[in-house]
């Protein structure tokens, strides 16, 4: 077990080896536990979180406001509409002044094409720890909570089990390609073999997906990319399906849109669900278009995982903090 991780960024999913990734879930249970039973662990008592949000959020903000606040500690939420930023101040200027003020300095920014740079640039200028709240490359957090999640419903020897990360259909924004690019890159680690399936002007950035197939390769899992969502969800032990926009073949919101709008049809419902290995879990990290990305049936269904996805989310920031920020 890999313990010294105090004032470590989490910027990328590959930031912490795999046994330091395996200490965070060893926590991330501990803590969950201890939520449970209403027992107090406040390993954060007089520290304090910068959040930076340059972008809106329900669970990222709800869950690490919570987490500080059950840790003993306080997290400051602050927008980046309502501070200098617009005005002058740089991601050297946040690293240096907001990692003086506090302990670990949080940050959502997923423009695309700017927010991990901006991420790096406050991590070289702070003293303090940087987490990555999603930008335009990653979203480990989530990925983090989605593999607690996996390993309590399919067991923590993940070895065969098969994961399809499909794109599917949204109408409401292009959304971003860190979710799908994180999971590429940890679920092999932790023996799953993924497939990723995506109409072809959906691909993700082709050094991550190269370096997700050097994980594969190392860890001895299958790695393969498909363009059809049903061929798929083939016998998946677990299906994560969920919207980005196409990046990579156009950044324009109009052009993006048209091209989404061709893919109506790449919908989670009831007989697709029915390729999947029987005892298949349903996964998305929310918000989702219902009746669009999703079928009701499916979200709401039996198989569905996606409230104790969102749970987790709590209690593997909580991990990370206490590890990070002490
Ligand atoms: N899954 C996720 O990051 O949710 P929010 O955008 O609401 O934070």
Same mark, same amino acid.
């Given at each position: 077990?890999?313990? !010294?991780?105090?004032?470590?960024?989490?910027?990328?999913?590959?930031?912490?080896?795999?046994?330091? +990734?395996?200490?965070? #879930?060893?926590?991330?249970?501990?803590? $969950?536990? $201890?939520?449970?039973?209403?027992?107090?662990?406040?390993?954060?008592?007089?520290?304090? #979180?910068?959040?930076? !949000?340059?972008?809106? =959020?329900?669970?990222?903000?709800?869950?690490?406001?919570?987490?500080?606040?059950?840790?003993?500690?306080?997290?400051? !939420?602050?927008?980046?509409?309502?501070?200098?930023?617009?005005?002058? *101040?740089?991601?050297?200027?946040?690293?240096?002044?907001?990692?003086? /003020?506090?302990?670990?300095?949080?940050?959502?920014?997923?423009?695309?094409?700017?927010?991990?740079?901006?991420?790096?640039?406050?991590?070289?200028?702070?003293?303090?720890?940087?987490?990555?709240?999603?930008?335009?490359?990653?979203?480990?957090? %989530?990925?983090?909570?989605?593999?607690?999640?996996?390993?309590? $419903?399919?067991? %923590?020897?993940?070895?065969?089990? &098969?994961?399809?990360?499909?794109?599917?259909?949204?109408?409401?924004?292009? &959304?971003?390609?860190?979710?799908?690019? =994180?999971?590429? #890159?940890?679920?092999?680690? !932790?023996?799953?073999?993924?497939?990723?399936?995506?109409?072809?002007?959906?691909? #993700?950035?082709?050094?991550?997906?190269?370096?997700?197939?050097?994980?594969?390769?190392? /860890?001895?899992? *299958?790695?393969?990319?498909?363009?059809?969502?049903?061929?798929?969800?083939?016998?998946?032990?677990?299906?994560?399906?969920?919207?980005?926009?196409?990046?990579?073949?156009?950044?324009?919101?109009? $052009?993006? &849109?048209?091209?989404?709008?061709?893919?109506?049809?790449?919908?989670?419902?009831?007989? &697709?669900?029915?390729?999947?290995?029987?005892?298949?879990?349903?996964?998305?990290?929310?918000?989702?278009?219902?009746?669009?990305? +999703?079928?009701?049936? +499916?979200?709401?269904?039996?198989?569905?995982?996606? /409230?104790? %996805?969102?749970?987790?989310?709590?209690?593997? %920031?909580?991990?990370?903090?206490?590890?990070?920020?002490?």
């Amino acid at each position: 077990m890999q313990t !010294f991780l105090r004032g470590r960024d989490l910027i990328s999913d590959l930031d912490f080896s795999k046994e330091e +990734v395996e200490t965070v #879930l060893d926590l991330a249970w501990d803590l $969950k536990r $201890k939520r449970a039973v209403g027992e107090g662990h406040p390993y954060l008592r007089d520290r304090t #979180l910068g959040m930076l !949000f340059f972008f809106s =959020s329900t669970r990222t903000r709800c869950s690490f406001e919570a987490g500080m606040a059950q840790l003993g500690g306080h997290a400051a !939420f602050i927008e980046s509409r309502t501070t200098q930023i617009s005005h002058g *101040d740089t991601a050297k200027e946040i690293g240096q002044i907001l990692g003086r /003020y506090f302990d670990g300095i949080a940050i959502r920014h997923c423009d695309w094409q700017a927010g991990n740079s901006y991420l790096n640039g406050v991590a070289a200028a702070s003293r303090a720890p940087v987490l990555n709240m999603q930008c335009d490359v990653y979203h480990p957090f %989530q990925c983090l909570a989605d593999l607690m999640t996996v390993m309590e $419903k399919k067991g %923590q020897d993940l070895r065969r089990k &098969k994961i399809v990360v499909s794109w599917a259909y949204a109408s409401s924004y292009l &959304k971003p390609i860190s979710v799908p690019q =994180s999971l590429i #890159l940890q679920m092999p680690r !932790f023996g799953m073999d993924v497939t990723l399936a995506y109409p072809e002007e959906f691909m #993700l950035m082709p050094e991550i997906v190269e370096e997700a197939q050097n994980q594969a390769e190392a /860890y001895g899992t *299958d790695f393969e990319i498909v363009h059809d969502m049903e061929e798929g969800f083939r016998d998946a032990d677990v299906v994560y399906a969920k919207s980005w926009g196409p990046l990579l073949t156009t950044a324009d919101a109009d $052009k993006g &849109k048209q091209l989404q709008d061709r893919y109506q049809d790449w919908i989670t419902d009831r007989r &697709k669900m029915q390729l999947a290995a029987p005892d298949a879990i349903y996964m998305h990290p929310l918000p989702a278009d219902r009746d669009i990305e +999703v079928t009701s049936e +499916v979200m709401d269904g039996l198989q569905s995982v996606v /409230y104790d %996805q969102a749970e987790n989310r709590l209690h593997v %920031q909580k991990a990370v903090l206490a590890l990070t920020m002490w």
